[in-house]
């Protein structure tokens, strides 16, 4: 079975500059998550999308970031304008449901350096 | 105070030591429980989930204490290839909350 596929794996860019993320998550998964982890933090949910629907993006910087799920299926996340803190590994994760078992299956990450 | 507290390390074991993690929560409410591993570099995995009577598989051993709100993890018999971070996660209502992660690195 495939994976949760993301891309780029990294990016440099300088801050102000604007960046977008995509993920593609296992096949057949209705709930889909974008985290921050900040180097020797653990993952910080940004946004949950049940579906096409947003369920929580209570932690996600709205004044800069934006995501979105067209279709169910695949997501993208874009920063604009990025500021240096925004450094780190951008991760997605999938779940087939919300509820039991909860396991979230985590795509390989894309690493962000602001500079 | 942080929703969930760990322990940074680093624990730096022989092979073969038994050691053990301790994870903390604030929310009483929380509703279920995890320890995800995630190797240098790489995503986190799920590891265990974990269950109020505590529960083990192979060399592992979760537990959890709902009125100390604790939650631990212990590793028998370590091995080269348990190096790694590992998060301990509480769910509160659909999110998951992670801990910053405790390093363990297991010397030859």
């Known amino acids: 079975e495939a994976g949760v596929a993301q891309s780029p794996r990294y990016k440099i860019i300088e801050k102000r500059q604007s960046v977008a993320f995509w993920c593609n998550p296992i096949?057949?998964?209705?709930?889909l998550y974008w985290y921050q982890q900040i180097l020797g933090q653990g993952p910080k949910l940004l946004i949950q999308f049940q579906n096409n629907g947003v369920v929580d993006d209570s932690q996600l910087p709205k004044d800069r970031f934006s995501a979105e799920r067209l279709k169910g299926v695949d997501s993208t996340l874009k920063i604009q304008p990025a500021k240096l803190e925004d450094s780190a590994v951008y991760l997605c994760a999938s779940s087939l449901e919300p509820g039991p078992p909860y396991e979230q299956y985590f795509g390989p990450g894309t690493r962000l350096t602001v500079t | 105070r942080k929703e969930v507290e760990q322990d940074p390390g680093p624990f730096n074991v022989p092979e073969g030591a038994t050691v053990a993690f301790n994870c903390t929560y604030s929310n009483s409410a929380s509703q279920s429980f995890f320890w995800y591993r995630q190797d240098c570099r790489k995503e986190p995995k799920l590891l265990m989930s974990v269950y109020s009577s505590g529960n083990e598989d192979g060399r592992f051993t979760a537990q959890l204490n709902r009125a100390s709100q604790y939650i631990s993890l212990l590793i028998r018999d370590s091995k080269l290839s348990d190096s790694a971070t590992y998060l301990c996660?509480?769910?509160?209502?659909?999110?998951?909350?992670f801990g910053t992660g405790t390093r363990l690195q297991v010397f030859p």
């Open positions: 996660v509480v769910k509160n209502t659909d999110k998951l909350i």
């Open positions: 096949s057949g998964h209705a709930t």
